[in-house]
């Protein structure tokens, strides 16, 4: 298996833009994924594919990759982002799929 | 819309074997491949194993290799793990996952303690 490698924790202020990154080897052949997750709460999918939000995910949620990293940028953080953010991608072999160790990110 | 329900977790000794099961409804599930996912108390996310959709492929986390096994029954949309030889640091909570990790149930929590 590969890994894949997050900022244990990131911080912006109300109403600005936030980058939160995912660096990994097998992410110069997968995409990532990223999802939000809150205390007490499952998992929810923002980011999927090359840049696809699914339905209910606002629109300043957006997904974009170079190389062997990954990037989620919240444009215009909300108090409710508040969360950590976790990537996801194949390994290498393409067989089994990895998990970034999270960021949690706080809006000041 | 998609409605995954685990069940299953509990309190189990270290060696001893437990079984969850995932419950899915809204979706084809015929088609769909499922994954189980856990998650330590205070840690992060762990993929632990996928199935495809005719649960020909399998594959597992290195973590589990060899004492989980994953399978599912498409005539009555059930996901499953069998999870043997259990050690403490399995105890976590564990979700199961649509494919794609498009859509999560809201988790089971197994304890693996003496």
């Known amino acids: 298996s590969s890994e894949l490698t997050q900022d244990p924790a990131v911080s912006v202020a109300l109403g600005q833009t936030v980058r939160i990154t995912c660096q990994g080897d097998?992410?110069?052949?997968?995409?990532a994924s990223w999802f939000q997750q809150k205390p007490r709460q499952a998992p929810v999918l923002v980011i999927q594919?090359?840049?696809n939000r699914p339905s209910g995910i606002p629109d300043r949620f957006s997904g974009s990759s170079s190389g062997n990293t990954a990037s989620l940028t919240i444009t215009g953080a909300q108090p409710e982002d508040e969360a950590d953010y976790y990537c996801?991608?194949?390994?290498?072999?393409?067989?089994?799929?990895?998990f970034g160790g999270g960021t949690k990110l706080t809006v000041l | 819309q998609v409605h995954l329900v685990e069940s299953g977790g509990g309190v189990v000794h270290p060696g001893k074997s437990l079984r969850l099961s995932c419950a899915a409804s809204g979706f084809t599930f015929s088609t769909s491949g499922m994954h189980w996912v856990r998650q330590a108390p205070g840690k992060g996310l762990e993929w632990v194993a996928g199935i495809s959709y005719d649960a020909t492929k399998k594959d597992y986390a290195d973590s589990v290799k060899g004492r989980f096994t994953i399978s599912r029954d498409n005539s009555k949309n059930m996901f499953f793990v069998q999870m043997n030889s259990l050690r403490t640091d399995d105890t976590a909570v564990y979700y199961c996952?649509?494919?794609?990790?498009?859509?999560w149930g809201q988790g089971t929590l197994v304890t693996v303690s003496s």
């Open positions: 594919g090359e840049n």
């Open positions: 996952a649509k494919g794609g990790l498009t859509d």
């Open positions: 996801n991608s194949r390994d290498s072999s393409g067989n089994q799929r990895v």
């Open positions: 097998s992410l110069r052949s997968y995409y």
